[in-house]
């Protein structure tokens, strides 16, 4: 599993590996040592396969900040 990591990493820091052609890229899998049963889902980008795949979620936070009051800055500044 950690070789997927450490491959999706490289894809991400190589801006030639990320793209390349699908034969490039079944080369670089094949070289990194990834079982071919990963290599489409790698190739297709399936991000909830791969998550299940290497017991990983996405944790998406989203927030909102809420300016204050411009009345209530002008008078702590005064």
């Known amino acids: 599993m950690s070789s997927i990591l450490a491959f999706l990493q490289k894809l991400g820091e190589n801006a030639h590996l990320r793209y390349a052609s699908s034969d490039e890229l079944q080369l670089a899998l094949q070289g990194a040592q ?6 489409s889902t790698i ?8 998550e299940t795949m290497m017991a990983a979620h996405s944790n998406v936070c989203c927030g909102l900040h ?3 009051d411009e009345d209530e800055e002008l ?4």
Request: charged share 20%; net charge negative; proline share 10%.
């Open 43 to 50: 190739m297709e980008g399936d991000r909830s396969v791969l």
């Open 75 to 78: 008078a702590a500044a005064v």
């Open 66 to 68: 809420a300016p204050e």
């Open 34 to 39: 990834i079982h071919p049963s990963t290599w």
